[in-house]
């Protein structure tokens, strides 16, 4: 589905044509598009966008997020400035539009929508996975966890390494007889919603003690802020666990562990196993999912999506065009890095899910995209 990659010939001929000629009616009758054809498809400059956006949010996409704001500055010229402050500090920026976009891990609720100045999209931009990090110097094995141990050990109820609801996972380890340390986020964030919606699947104790959110409160622990807080706070803190995208484990050179799936499989989190947490998935109308503890049997079983925000009707047409631009060329054309930098692209379905979404933003009450 990448833009110049994987769009076949026809395809790309009908977008021109369709910016060319006048766009029809978008699917579900939205308004007709009155971009040019110089803007769309995206390769190059748009002299009707504005040169700039800002937005805020999610630490989880940030590695690629950084990486597609300096390839697309490079064909566009348009600057993303773009905070990595957390999920709840972008639900909370958008919402109050005090920011052009915003992002998470963990989709609005419905109060936070019905709260918002207007309808807002989700627009799912990548996939990666949340994974169990640790600092236990005397292991050189990888560790394995069962759903049990991982909410035996973030509820306080497992506080030695070597307890045998995590030594029975490994055998042939030599565990410590040691105190564990648990690093959480202390900041609200998209992360925590994916770790602690999937220990509310796996773990009665922990849904009705602790539950889901992009903040809890947490029995146990000391706070990092961001992803990067709490990797590094595990790379200082010797035996010591926390959770954290797996880029943030691979840039800090600390382990992840495998977890045991929904098919009794202990799955280390790869591109492949991450990308296979999201097969078969039935994504409601507004694309908000949750695909922790999946049923595939080849699954890592803590993923997620990560999903860029922006309101429906974008009064500033200038504004509009630049954001949706940047959110097609990252859905198409951007996909294409995610592998290297440790995240999982987009299933196909999913892309082209999510740019119907793009194509149903509209400014003025016309859509900003041309209709196929």
């Given at each position: 589905?990448?833009?110049?990659?994987?769009?076949?010939?026809?395809?790309?001929?009908?977008?021109?044509?369709?910016?060319?000629?006048?766009?029809?009616?978008?699917?579900?009758?939205?308004?007709?598009?009155?971009?040019?054809?110089?803007?769309?498809?995206?390769?190059?400059?748009?002299?009707?966008?504005?040169?700039?956006?800002?937005?805020?949010?999610?630490?989880?996409?940030?590695?690629?997020?950084?990486?597609?704001?300096?390839?697309?500055?490079?064909?566009?010229?348009?600057?993303?400035?773009?905070?990595?402050?957390?999920?709840?500090?972008?639900?909370?920026?958008?919402?109050?539009?005090?920011?052009?976009?915003?992002?998470?891990?963990?989709?609005?609720?419905?109060?936070?929508?019905?709260?918002?100045?207007?309808?807002?999209?989700?627009?799912?931009?990548?996939?990666?996975?949340?994974?169990?990090?640790?600092?236990?110097?005397?292991?050189?094995?990888?560790?394995?966890?069962?759903?049990?141990?991982?909410?035996?050990?973030?509820?306080?109820?497992?506080?030695?390494?070597?307890?045998?609801?995590?030594?029975?996972?490994?055998?042939?380890?030599?565990?410590?007889?040691?105190?564990?340390t648990v690093v959480h986020r202390s900041d609200g964030s998209g992360t925590t919603y994916i770790w602690v919606d999937y220990l509310s699947k796996v773990s009665p104790a922990w849904a009705s003690k602790v539950g889901r959110g992009t903040s809890v409160s947490w029995p146990v622990g000391v706070g990092g802020k961001g992803n990067e807080g709490v990797a590094g706070a595990v790379k200082q803190t010797p035996n010591s666990i926390g959770y954290v995208e797996l880029i943030y484990a691979i840039q800090q050179k600390l382990p992840a562990g495998q977890v045991r799936n929904s098919s009794g499989a202990f799955v280390a989190p790869d591109l492949d196993s991450v990308s296979k947490a999201a097969e078969g998935v039935t994504l409601a109308p507004d694309l908000r999912a949750s695909i922790t503890d999946p049923g595939n049997a080849a699954a890592y079983p803590i993923a997620g999506f990560t999903w860029l925000l922006a309101y429906a009707e974008m009064p500033d047409r200038a504004k509009a065009l630049a954001l949706t631009r940047y959110m097609w060329w990252a859905l198409h054309d951007g996909q294409r890095y995610a592998k290297d930098l440790g995240y999982a692209p987009l299933p196909a379905d999913v892309v082209e899910l999510a740019s119907a979404k793009v194509r149903s933003i509209t400014s003025g009450g016309k859509a900003v995209l041309p209709a196929r």
């Open positions: 589905m990448r833009s110049g990659a994987l769009i076949t010939g026809l395809a790309l001929a009908g977008l021109i044509a369709a910016a060319c000629g006048g766009a029809g009616p978008s699917p579900g009758g939205a308004p007709q598009a009155t971009a040019a054809s110089a803007c769309f498809p995206v390769s190059g400059a748009c002299p009707e966008e504005a040169r700039g956006l800002d937005g805020a949010g999610a630490t989880f996409p940030a590695v690629i997020y950084t990486r597609w704001i300096s390839e697309y500055e490079k064909v566009t010229g348009v600057r993303v400035n773009y905070q990595s402050i957390g999920s709840g500090g972008g639900i909370k920026s958008i919402s109050d539009r005090t920011l052009d976009f915003g992002a998470t891990d963990g989709p609005m609720t419905d109060e936070q929508l019905a709260a918002a100045k207007g309808p807002m999209v989700h627009v799912p931009m990548v996939m990666g996975a949340v994974v169990p990090t640790y600092n236990l110097a005397s292991v050189e094995q990888t560790l394995r966890f069962t759903p049990e141990a991982l909410a035996g050990i973030f509820l306080g109820e497992i506080a030695r390494w070597n307890d045998p609801r995590i030594a029975s996972a490994n055998p042939g380890v030599t565990l410590p007889d040691a105190d564990i």
